[in-house]
């Protein structure tokens, strides 16, 4: 009769048992896939700051905004820095992405 209940308990607590085929568990995200696409969104992101940057120097020095007070055909460089020649970050890179071609002008043409 001990067998017998022995056996019944065993048969109880056989669910608590831990599984060990799933001991080590192991992930099935693929790291290497988010992380291409984590270092590729830092990438955009680090353009698009470089083109809103680019942008807004070169809408400046269009526009004569940094001109050099001592030397009228120079230009000064610390304004260049920090002119805004737009209201809004987002005006640069709206332009820099939708004017990708350079102007050509009637004389060139």
């Keep these: 009769m001990s067998k ?3 056996r019944e308990v065993l048969k109880m607590y056989e669910g ?11 992930s099935h ?3 290497i ?3 291409l696409a984590a270092v590729c969104g830092l990438a ?4 698009c700051i470089a083109l809103v940057n680019a942008e807004n120097q070169r ?11 001592v030397f009228k055909s120079g230009v000064d460089k610390k304004c260049l820095v920090t002119v ?3 209201d809004h970050w987002w005006q640069h890179l709206w332009y820099g992405v939708t004017h990708v071609r350079p102007e050509v002008s009637d004389a060139r043409r």
């Design 4 to 6: 017998d209940v022995e």
């Design 16 to 26: 608590s048992r831990p599984n060990e085929d799933d001991l080590f568990e192991t």
């Design 29 to 31: 995200v693929n790291h």
């Design 33 to 35: 896939a988010w992380s």
């Design 44 to 47: 955009v992101i680090w353009l």
């Design 59 to 69: 809408n400046a020095l269009v526009n004569n905004m940094c001109q050099d007070q």
């Design 84 to 86: 805004n020649s737009r």
